[in-house]
């Protein structure tokens, strides 16, 4: 499974789970030149939510992450996170109509572990965590 598969199946999952908890999922894969959104999501609250997805595929040798020591949360990195930022602030500026005033909008993490010998992976067999307004 390449890098690419394990992004596309790690985003299905996210939306599988964020849909579980009640998310709205409004658009995949925005883009612009600058970067990318993987998922915008309206919550419960009717909050306007910036998903990024992370997902690791372990390593099936060793039960380890593939890239050793590292959690698909490490690989959000700062410069990745800034990006990210500017095309959410992008995409406001051009949609104004889906942020509620007192409820603004934010930018959440899904780190998604997937188990080694596992192709075709579901939620019960993923480690997921959600951080919420990083």
Same mark, same amino acid.
């Given at each position: 499974?390449?890098?690419?598969?394990? #992004?596309?199946?790690?985003?299905?999952?996210?939306?599988?789970?964020?849909?579980?908890? #009640?998310?709205?999922?409004?658009?995949?894969?925005?883009?612009? =030149?600058?970067? +990318?959104?993987?998922?915008? /999501?309206? /919550?419960?609250?009717?909050?306007?939510?910036?998903?990024?997805?992370?997902?690791?595929? +372990?390593?099936?040798?060793? $039960?380890?992450?593939?890239?050793? $020591?590292?959690? =698909? +949360?490490?690989?959000?990195? #700062?410069?990745?996170? @800034?990006?990210?930022?500017?095309?959410? @602030?992008?995409?406001?500026?051009?949609? =104004?109509?889906?942020?509620?005033?007192?409820?603004?909008?934010?930018?959440?993490?899904?780190?998604? @572990?997937? =188990?080694?010998?596992?192709?075709?992976?579901?939620?019960?067999?993923?480690?997921? @965590?959600?951080?919420?307004?990083?």
């Amino acid at each position: 499974m390449d890098n690419i598969s394990i #992004g596309k199946i790690g985003e299905d999952l996210a939306c599988e789970y964020l849909n579980g908890k #009640g998310y709205r999922i409004l658009k995949r894969n925005y883009w612009k =030149p600058w970067g +990318e959104i993987d998922i915008i /999501a309206v /919550a419960k609250t009717n909050t306007l939510v910036f998903v990024e997805v992370k997902a690791l595929k +372990e390593n099936s040798s060793a $039960g380890l992450p593939a890239q050793t $020591g590292l959690l =698909p +949360e490490d690989n959000l990195t #700062g410069s990745k996170l @800034r990006k990210l930022q500017r095309v959410c @602030r992008g995409f406001v500026a051009d949609k =104004p109509e889906l942020v509620r005033e007192d409820r603004g909008w934010q930018i959440d993490l899904v780190a998604i @572990r997937i =188990p080694a010998g596992i192709d075709n992976p579901v939620l019960k067999n993923c480690d997921i @965590r959600h951080y919420e307004n990083i």
